[in-house]
């Protein structure tokens, strides 16, 4: 006797018997789901200012990083000498200034083509858990999605952030550990895909053995991702029918 996996069904309390595997679709956010590039970077310079009481004068490069990585390469580019407190400081204060800015990114900040259907199409689909695996750190990572709309569907108790370490591999793989346990499952790499927009989001996940839709929605090109090994590449989230279909065909399991 199998039990069909379901987040619905395990979170109530109650199983439905029926074969299935237990999949999870983890999103970035920047470019991929949303842009607040305007936002994001009034706000990194309200905290550097805060840190270090000088401005911001040149701001890191964010395609496919982590917050930590930024925030570092940051200080260096406008010669700040770090020392081990300027981390923590420098995401309270990031934190805050995004908190700060909730209006803004709900007027400024856009949802690009396709995102809000093909969240809510995924959602229908049975046996998947979708969340985050993005460089934000976890609270504007939430903010970003709430203001605009897009947490419905999106369980961020089991998404890997940028806060938390700094290879994106490493947060495929506490992202799928964090599933498995919050809803009794154990989420095997190949039912695990990643969403997202750059050549370095594919490389992360291809090195935690997880499935990949890239989407030409950053500054990569289509030729770009595929050349860094991405399984899927779609020019946008428009088509909802085709993001569907690339994570079935993606996390089907494989006949005996």
Known sequence: MHVRWCPSAVLA???VQETAMPRLVLWNIDHT??????VTREAYAEAFERVTGRPLVRLAATAGRTESEIIFETLAFNDVVTT???LPAFISALADAFTARKGAVRKEGRVLPGAREALTAVSRLRDVVQSVLTGSIQPNAITKLKALGLDKHLDFEVGGYGSETYPKAALVELARTRAGE????V???AATVLVADSPRDVQA?????AKT???AT????EAELRGAGADVVLPTLAETDDVVAAIQDLTRAPRA
Do not use: C, F, N
């Open 187 to 189: 989420i095997a790499e």
């Open 84 to 86: 081990e407190d300027h």
């Open 182 to 185: 919050r809803y009794g499952g």
């Open 218 to 221: 950053g500054t990569a090109t």
């Open 213 to 215: 839709i890239a989407v």
């Open 13 to 15: 309390g109650s199983y």
């Open 205 to 209: 996940a291809r090195i935690a053995h």
């Open 33 to 38: 789901l949303v842009d607040v590039g305007k």
